[in-house]
């Protein structure tokens, strides 16, 4: 059984670029697939990046354009590379990993990290 932890939120200003980190722990990511969500205050939570797996990326048509996901060579950790923020970017990050295969409309993942609060304002 894998443990996540995301790190790397923060307070940012408008136009800025952050870096999020989900850590693995207890295994290696390899064979999982591990994608991002966010949840704004009052709102759904919604995924917001394509789908990565060992050697592999999931596009998403829905994914944010200004978002990149990314595995490390050693598949412990998984990170969310994210651009020009808005204050609408506003919400909690989990990142979330699935033993099956996972495609662009699942929202049911195996596993979570606690989430890290990304604020965007000026």
């Known amino acids: 059984q894998v443990q996540l932890v995301e790190s790397g939120g923060g307070l940012v200003q408008p136009g800025s670029s952050l870096r999020l980190s989900c850590a693995a722990s207890?295994?290696?990511?390899?064979?999982?697939?591990i994608t991002w969500f966010r949840q704004a205050p009052g709102k759904e939570r919604v995924r917001v990046s394509d789908i990565t797996t060992t050697g592999l990326t999931i596009r998403c048509t829905d994914s944010k354009d200004r978002f990149t996901i990314s595995m490390d060579n050693a598949k412990t950790t998984v990170y969310l590379q994210m651009n020009s923020l808005t204050p609408e970017d506003t919400a909690v990050y989990y990142c979330a990993a699935t033993t099956g295969w996972g495609t662009c409309d699942l929202v049911s993942y195996d596993y979570w990290g606690q989430g890290t609060q990304v604020t965007v304002s000026s």
């Open positions: 207890g295994r290696t990511l390899e064979g999982y697939h």
